[in-house]
């Protein structure tokens, strides 16, 4: 199984602050992984496709990027609706595998 | 819009069958190229790739539940379904269908199962 690591495992930030989030893949997953964002006590919901392609109706202040295995999910000026625990997923192969999970929340 | 609904018993007793339906509307199961998906999440914990379903009725399932699981289409019904075998305590969870090819963009807004005696 490929093994996605993700972190940090929680975070804390103001409104307004810039928010990176980190998974690295234990192997090459080339551009097949997700970013979700899931709000308690509801489904998740696609934020990010294919690495750096955002889905439609999310905010252009999320973003994507990639480097070789590691992943990098940014809000560029977090709101108080982003209040939330962030997964990555990768579905290069099966068993697909998601990220231990990012809470963030506002300070 | 495609939406998907979960439905089944919240309480299964342990050694018995998990049996989950996933009924999707707006849209046929049949069409497009999608994997049906089964994501299931234990209270306070992350996610887990249960396994899929492709339109044409092939199965890919999680290794670690391999031997107990099972997934059909019922394209006249427009459903699809998840069976679980020989259940235990692990497997209480959240249960959760999606939609999805390279990345899940439609989830049911999942359904409770709880295994106790």
């Known amino acids: 199984d490929i093994q996605m690591t993700q972190s940090p495992s929680s975070l804390s930030a103001s409104v307004g602050d810039r928010v990176t989030i980190t998974c690295r893949a234990s192997?090459?997953?080339?551009?097949?992984l997700n970013w979700y964002q899931q709000k308690p006590g509801k489904a998740p919901n696609l934020l990010i496709y294919d690495a750096s392609r955002l889905q439609s109706g999310v905010p252009s202040r999320f973003s994507g990027s990639e480097s070789g295995t590691d992943f990098t999910l940014t809000i560029s000026s977090l709101q108080p609706e982003d209040l939330a625990t962030y997964y990555c997923?990768?579905?290069?192969?099966?068993?697909?595998?998601f990220g231990q999970g990012t809470k963030v929340e506002i300070k | 819009q495609v939406q998907l609904q979960e439905s089944g018993p919240g309480l299964v007793k342990p050694s018995q069958t998990l049996s989950l339906t996933c009924t999707v509307s707006?849209?046929?199961?049949?069409?497009?190229?999608?994997?049906w998906t089964w994501i299931r999440q234990p209270a306070g914990k992350g996610l887990e790739w249960v396994g899929r379903?492709?339109?044409?009725?092939?199965?890919s399932y999680n290794p670690s539940l391999k031997s107990r699981v099972t997934m059909s289409l019922d394209t006249s019904k427009n459903q699809f379904s998840l069976k679980l075998t020989s259940v235990t305590a692990a497997d209480t969870a959240v249960y959760y269908c999606?939609?999805?090819?390279?990345?899940?963009?439609?989830w049911g807004q999942g359904t409770t199962v709880t295994v106790s005696s």
């Open positions: 999606g939609r999805g090819w390279t990345s899940m963009d439609v």
């Open positions: 707006g849209g046929s199961i049949s069409s497009g190229s999608y994997f």
């Open positions: 379903i492709y339109t044409s009725g092939s199965t």
């Open positions: 997923q990768q579905t290069y192969s099966t068993p697909w595998t």
């Open positions: 192997q090459s997953i080339s551009s097949h």
